[in-house]
């Protein structure tokens, strides 16, 4: 399970040097507010990566024990209570996986885009997600009530992981959010733009296991990506 992995190590190599803070989630709990998660603007402290605010997300797959070891949760910027108006946000998840545990071909493209889904499925109380999947953008508001209750990315991020690890085949995942205003976060979004292109190339692959290399619009990234002509050609002599 290489695909995703040289996209990984930019992303990762993208926050050398900076200022991360690794989250103590030992013991933090917070409530999941399922469907009834609803936060209007007057109810609401501020909105990270609203309006033209970049609000990028990023999930990355991978069975490298040395791109994603255990389970942890980093910070980068300021924490929910620090922050007082709406500015930039990003969440990178790099989710490792049991080798050879999610299939192969159409097996393989859905397990991948299950643990993807896994995001539409976490709510915790007063942080409210708003995922555009087609424009690749997960804008976040957050209640004046869960500030005042204390709420931190600690709580936010230890019911991600929770959630994650509903799924059997993940064995650790990296969670990384990022609130610092002067980030490069247009960089970032092509990085995210290049993990989300690998696994439309697999579903393109599995769709069209019969077809001219030479002009499909997707050769660029089968070219970079380790795995994906093997995946293709595997595929065709099926």
Not at 28 to 34: E, V
Not at 48 to 69: E, F, M, R, W
Not at 178 to 201: C, H, M, R
Request: hydrophobic share 35%; charged share 25%; aromatic share 8%.
């Amino acid at each position: 399970m290489k695909l995703y992995d040289e996209a990984i190590k930019c992303i990762t190599a993208s926050l050398s040097g900076q200022p991360l803070k690794k989250l103590d989630i030992v013991n933090t709990n917070w409530c999941d507010a399922g469907d009834h998660n609803m936060i209007f603007r007057d109810d609401m402290a501020y909105e990270l990566g609203g309006g033209t605010y970049p609000a990028v997300s990023a999930i990355g797959v991978t069975a490298n024990k040395d791109l994603v070891q255990e389970d942890e949760v980093y910070l980068l910027g300021p924490d929910l209570s620090q922050i007082k108006l709406d500015q930039p946000y990003a969440r990178i998840a790099l989710v490792r996986v049991a080798e050879n545990s999610l299939g192969d071909g159409n097996t393989l493209y859905n397990a991948i885009r299950q643990i993807e889904y896994v995001r539409y499925h976490i709510n915790p109380e007063g942080y409210m997600t708003r995922i555009s999947a087609e424009k690749n953008r997960e804008p976040v508001r957050v209640s004046k009530d869960a500030i005042n209750k204390g709420i931190s990315f600690a709580h936010v991020g230890k019911l991600f992981l929770d959630t994650y690890h509903v799924n059997k085949n993940i064995i650790g995942v990296k969670l990384i959010f990022i609130t610092k205003p002067d980030f490069d976060y247009k960089s970032l979004s092509v990085q995210a733009k290049q993990l989300e292109n690998i696994t439309g190339t697999i579903d393109h692959i599995l769709g069209n296991v019969v077809m001219d290399c030479g002009t499909c619009s997707l050769q660029k990234i089968c070219d970079e990506v380790e795995g994906l002509r093997e995946l293709h050609f595997s595929t065709v002599h099926k």
